[in-house]
């Protein structure tokens, strides 16, 4: 004797047009979402499977064949592969307290009750974000360069000396093209989460006779730690990612390699060497990188959120 339908299942048979209707809001987002990036995760996967060998005696052409992980292998053992991210940790080390660091201040800043022309405020720190990465990258590399940048030439009108391009300073002189190019952004990120912490919470602290900061350290970051989180976790992911900004500095600065970060490695051995096999191999290995960071910033937000 079959069993008796549910009352869920007893709603759904009456709905029959429910099925469609999920299926015509959900559809175009599972097919874009395979065109774009299953099928193309699928076809490095299967690129990275193979190497293109010369035939003969170097006379003939190529020919593709089955290498299986041969390819991951080589990008491991490759040391200019392996520094790629031991140059992205440095990079990070530096870039993501500035960057954080500067965009919670000034959150802060524009959202104390001393703060005047907020919108303004606003819109003119976050106006370098909307500069592509590459033009800005192209404008400060003009303010970098000795006989062209008024900046460098303030400096030695002041008696001083300083070549942005140098092996100790090139390093910095990379993190203040992102800085400069991403604090609006996240600034106008946390202002927002700013604006959600209670009213009630903040005037009781000025009732308690707390002042500015001590509201800014003690009431307003722990309510906004999420947004903190959060812009930290695509902060990590971008930066594994970071191209144009050091492609352009290695142009100018002998101390950065043309396989500074990884994504100059996986240029190089896609356009400059066309292998292939070897540039998905370590596509695959960064992405890996990239989400293996993810989920540790991921728990790392959810057990401070819990405590």
Not at 146 to 151: A, T
Not at 245 to 255: F, K, N, Y
Request: charged share 10%; proline share 5%.
């Amino acid at each position: 004797m079959a069993a008796p339908l549910t009352r869920s299942a007893r709603d759904a048979a009456h709905r029959p047009g429910q099925g469609r209707a999920v299926v015509t809001f959900l559809g175009p987002f599972f097919l874009l979402f395979t065109a774009v990036l299953i099928l193309p995760v699928g076809y490095a996967l299967w690129m990275s499977l193979f190497s293109e060998r010369s035939s003969g005696l170097g006379f003939g052409g190529t020919e593709r064949v089955f290498s299986g992980l041969g390819n991951y292998t080589k990008a491991l053992a490759d040391h200019g592969f392996s520094s790629s991210f031991l140059h992205v940790a440095a990079y990070c080390a530096l870039y993501i307290p500035v960057m954080i660091g500067a965009a919670l201040a000034l959150a802060l800043l524009v959202d104390s009750a001393a703060a005047k022309a907020k919108r303004l405020v606003q819109f003119a720190v976050f106006m370098p974000h909307a500069v592509p990465g590459l033009i800005a990258a192209i404008i400060w590399i003009y303010l970098y360069t000795p006989g062209l940048s008024p900046v460098v030439d303030w400096i030695e009108g002041a008696g001083g000396h300083w070549d942005f391009f140098a092996p100790g300073s090139v390093l910095p002189s990379l993190v203040n093209v992102a800085a400069w190019q991403w604090i609006g952004y996240n600034m106008i990120i946390f202002f927002a989460a700013l604006q959600a912490v209670p009213r009630e919470v903040i005037e009781a602290g000025v009732m308690d006779g707390a002042g500015e900061l001590r509201i800014a350290l003690r009431i307003k970051l722990p309510m906004i730690r999420s947004a903190v989180f959060l812009t930290l976790l695509f902060t990590c992911v971008g930066v594994v990612q970071i191209f144009s900004e050091p492609m352009l500095l290695s142009q100018r600065s002998g101390s950065m390699g043309s396989d500074w970060s990884p994504m100059m490695f996986i240029y190089k051995a896609a356009f400059e060497r066309h292998d292939y096999g070897l540039a998905s191999a370590a596509s695959l290995l960064m992405a890996l990188v990239a989400g293996t960071l993810s989920y540790v910033v991921t728990r790392i937000g959810k057990r401070g959120g819990s405590e």
